[in-house]
C-alpha cells in the first residue's frame, strides 16, 4: 500500500507538499505514510482515493484494477 501511494503521487506529478496540503497534514507526516513509517488513517486513504479517481481495494493492494465504483 506505501509504495502504491509514492506511485500513484508521482504517476499525477504530485509533491509530497501538495498531497500533504490537499489533505491538511505536514509534509514529514505524510512522508511517513509513503515510507510506512505510519498507519494510513481510513479518512487518508478515501481523500486518496478521490484524489487519485482510484479504488481504496487499488491503493490497499487488493485488486490491479483501479476503478472506482461510483
Known amino acids: ?3 502504491k501511494i509514492k506511485e ?3 504517476e499525477n506529478e ?3 507538499k501538495e498531497i500533504s496540503e ?3 497534514c505536514s509534509q ?3 512522508s511517513n505514510y509513503e515510507l510506512g ?3 494510513l488513517p481510513t479518512q487518508v486513504l ?3 482515493s478521490v484524489i487519485y479517481d482510484v479504488s ?3 491503493i490497499l493492494g487488493l485488486t490491479q484494477n483501479p476503478a472506482r465504483n461510483s
Request: hydrophobic share 40%.
Open 1 to 3: 500500500m506505501f509504495e
Open 8 to 10: 500513484l503521487r508521482l
Open 14 to 16: 504530485y509533491t509530497q
Open 22 to 24: 490537499i489533505l491538511g
Open 28 to 30: 514529514q507526516v505524510y
Open 37 to 39: 513509517q505510519r498507519d
Open 46 to 48: 478515501m481523500k486518496l
Open 56 to 58: 481504496t481495494d487499488y
